[in-house]
């Protein structure tokens, strides 16, 4: 759940907003560009237009090439169920050259925004149902398989980047036992991907380039990593203490991946301490 999935980023690290005036202007010269501005984005450069639609432009080539398969899921979703239609904003443009337009959706993103404990069981019960819509519907053509990463290989590598990491190894215990099929995950729930309005309520769920058949809890671990293992409880109790330790381990990793300067991702952190937060608390 962190970086690139299956290749090396080759674009440019930069895109000003004249290449963007210009990417737009060729490919949908009926949108009239009133208005431009840059929101911060990881994986993509993310530019809202006229306050109404938001562009994303992959920096990566693998996540190029995974819009068309992004748009049919978008749809998928949005078909099946009333819940996501107000929760996934629709696809209203698509470029030939690998980037897409969707309704611009107003929210405060988990990555800023971690609710306090009296706003978790209505906020719970948002994701618990928007996350079991998602995991009912057919996944649509083009949607690859992402089995969960074997446990034994994951926490030998956890235990060993541990120390790195600043956490104890002992801390990483053997992994639960996780039952079930695989389902249309969203693949990608960093808590950045999370929106909610002034009342800490859910309003959207965003960026499925990630899209991939998997196990449930390769969505939940990213519900671990944004407000800790208590709260993935009151989310899914069944899948919760697998979650915790896909999240746990993963969490170590990557801040290890940052230490060694492997990676600049300074949210690794905050989502290690969430990761580790005392349940019982």
Known sequence: MSGCRGSTCTRS???EECDVREALARDFPALHLESLRALPGPETWVWVVNEELVFRFPRCDNRCARVEVEVRVVAALRARDTVLRGLVPPTTHVSPRGYSGQRYLRGVDGETRRPPRAAWPALAGDVRAALAAVHDTPPPRGVEEEPLPP???????????????????????????VTGGAVLCHGDTKPEHFLLDESDRLVGIIDWADACIAHPVRDLWGVVLWLGPEFALLVDEEHGPAAAFYARCSAVVNVARDVRGEWSAPPVYAQLERAFADEKA
């Open 13 to 15: 690290s930069i895109i």
């Open 151 to 177: 446990p034994d290989e994951l926490l030998e590598l956890a235990r060993r980047d541990a120390r790195a990491a600043g956490v104890d190894p002992a801390g990483l215990p053997a992994p639960p036992v």
